[in-house]
Nanobody, 123 residues
Framework: QVQLVESGGGLVQPGGSLRLSCATSGSFFSINAMAWYRQGPGKERELVASVTSTGSTTNYADSVKGRFTISRDNAQNTVYLQMSNLKPEDTAVYYC????????????????WGQGTLVTVSS
């Protein structure tokens, strides 16, 4: 059973920083792309940032470019989201997502989600 567990959320003042972590555990063969999504109050879930399997390529939503950095540690099966210069509109539940090959005998990748971690930006 594969699990993604996020941590690092909390309350921060505007202009502050937070680092989110998402650790993958359980039985699986490989992890492909990983990403962070968020869902603000009354809003739909949106893609914040993504990173390829090697970490060589990243993509960001326009709203977070220059402020957020996604990275991964494949030895630890963990993806991070460093958030700086946070704004009230960044307030949301942040979810990590991973495309995981659960078996070496199958080429199918399955998307798994974490349970979410709340980030509140407020003075």
């Amino acid at each position: 059973q594969v699990q993604l567990v996020e941590s690092g959320g909390g309350l921060v003042q505007p202009g502050g920083s937070l680092r989110l972590s998402c650790a993958t555990s359980g039985s699986f063969f490989s992890i492909n792309a990983m990403a962070w999504y968020r869902q603000g109050p009354g809003k739909e879930r949106e893609l914040v940032a993504s990173v390829t399997s090697t970490g060589s390529t990243t993509n960001y939503a326009d709203s977070v470019k220059g402020r957020f950095t996604i990275s991964r540690d494949n030895a630890q099966n963990t993806v991070y989201l460093q958030m700086s210069n946070l704004k009230p509109e960044d307030t949301a539940v942040y979810y990590c997502n991973a495309n995981i090959q659960t078996s070496m005998f199958s080429s199918i990748f399955t998307r798994f989600w974490g349970q979410g971690t709340l980030v509140t930006v407020s003075s």
